[in-house]
């Protein structure tokens, strides 16, 4: 049993931040890898960020510079850090976890390489 439950949406104007927040609970270890997906309406499903258990890093290409994840270990969680938020950032986000981890060093890139979601929360930016 894996949960995920996030926090940290709501809505922002162009140009400021916001900081997402994933609690994993359940049988999933501290060096499974994590991700943040995005989903816009009438948009297809993207991967936001990816980390995995050692803590190596993956983003997009339309967040890159503007985003950042990070992970706790110890705690279970996962953050997503939005800086610079612009409006087509507007989007249901999703955590979501891997079963993988490799000894930390997994990296995962697709959506069937995670089995683990959580309900998302709504990113609003708008002036």
């Known amino acids: 049993q894996v949960q995920l439950v996030e926090s940290g949406g709501g809505l922002v104007q162009p140009g400021g931040s916001l900081r997402l927040s994933c609690a994993a609970s359940?049988?999933?270890?501290?060096?499974?890898?994590m991700g943040w997906y995005r989903q816009a309406p009438e948009k297809e499903r993207e991967l936001v960020a990816a980390?995995?258990?050692?803590?190596?890093?993956a983003y997009a290409d339309s967040v890159k510079g503007r985003f950042t994840i990070s992970r706790d270990n110890a705690k279970n969680t996962v953050d997503l850090q939005m800086n610079s938020l612009k409006p087509e950032d507007t989007a249901v986000y999703y955590c979501?976890?891997?079963?993988?981890?490799?000894?930390?060093?997994?990296?995962?890139?697709?959506?069937?390489?995670?089995?683990?979601w959580g309900p998302g929360t709504q990113v609003t930016v708008s002036s």
């Open positions: 359940g049988s999933i270890l501290r060096l499974n890898a």
């Open positions: 980390i995995s258990g050692g803590g190596s890093t």
């Open positions: 979501a976890a891997s079963r993988v981890s490799r000894g930390g060093g997994f990296l995962p890139s697709r959506d069937n390489e995670f089995q683990f």
